[in-house]
């Protein structure tokens, strides 16, 4: 349970961070 919430917030982050690169390129 522990190591499926920290993958989901693992791709939480990527997805963020991913949107906020395109959106500052």
Do not use: G
């Not at 349970?1 to 993958?7: G, N, T």
């Not at 693992?10 to 390129?25: C, E, L, M």
């Amino acid at each position: 349970y522990l190591k499926c919430s920290h993958v989901k917030h693992t791709f939480n982050v990527n997805v963020s961070f991913k949107q906020a690169r395109r959106h500052t390129h």
